[in-house]
């Protein structure tokens, strides 16, 4: 079963740091174009970034100015997002997804369940 | 970044009824579109992509047209698990985009 698993969400307060996981099962982790998607409380989705299957290319959305560094791990078949100088506007739910393919112009067909990051002092 | 406009924003039918969601680029994104349905307390699940392709096990009453910038979702006759909330993606330029969703409930 194709599966994600996100972790590492939890209560930081501003200015903080946090680091999130997304451990992957049931296909070649590698291989795949993988994003990481937040949703604050009662909001709509929000992309944050995302790189392609061959890792070559890493995408980051305008706002968080460089604040936030994705990476991966294939020998471990997980996802990372490091987030630093955090603040409010932070919060919410953070889900890893997965691309049908390489290609990281594409949708997301397999989404993990989500990890709560809150920002709050 | 190009901007996707949802509406209505919210709908209300009864099961049974049709819906009919539609969703506007700033932008063309060619056929580059996705929809998503969402419930309370659940990820995102894909429906749709380029456009019209309906995802592995999605049933045949969802339905995608359109093109460029103008975009619609269909879902021929409403089953009472389909309200929900619905959001467009455009996966056509970086950096990837969402719309602001369109909830379906309850009439």
């Known amino acids: 079963e194709v599966q994600l698993v996100e972790s590492g969400g939890g209560l930081v307060q501003p200015g903080g740091s946090l680091r999130l996981s997304c451990a992957a099962s049931g296909f070649i982790f590698n291989s795949y174009a993988m994003s990481w998607v937040r949703q604050a409380p009662g909001k709509g989705l929000e992309w944050v970034s995302g790189f392609s299957g061959s890792g070559g290319s890493t995408y980051y959305a305008d706002f968080l100015k460089g604040r936030f560094t994705m990476s991966r791990d294939n020998s471990k078949n997980t996802l990372y997002l490091q987030m630093n100088s955090l603040s409010v506007e932070d919060t919410a739910l953070y889900y890893c997804?997965?691309?049908?393919?390489?290609?990281?112009?594409?949708?997301?067909?397999?989404w993990g369940q989500g990890t709560l990051v809150t920002v709050s002092s | 970044e190009i901007v996707l406009t949802q509406s209505p924003a919210t709908l209300s039918l009864s099961p049974g009824e049709r819906a009919t969601l539609s969703c506007r680029a700033s932008?063309?994104?060619?056929?580059?579109l996705a929809w998503y349905q969402q419930k309370p307390g659940q990820a995102p699940r894909l429906l749709i992509y380029d456009a019209s392709n309906r995802a592995t096990g999605i049933p045949a009453r969802f339905s995608g047209s359109g093109s460029e910038t103008d975009f619609t979702l269909t879902i021929s006759s409403l089953e009472p698990e389909d309200f929900a909330v619905y959001y467009c993606?455009?996966?056509?330029?970086?950096?990837?985009?969402f719309g602001g969703g369109t909830k379906v409930d309850i009439k």
């Open positions: 932008q063309s994104v060619s056929r580059y």
């Open positions: 997804a997965k691309a049908p393919g390489r290609s990281a112009f594409d949708a997301f067909d397999i």
């Open positions: 993606q455009q996966c056509s330029i970086w950096p990837l985009t």
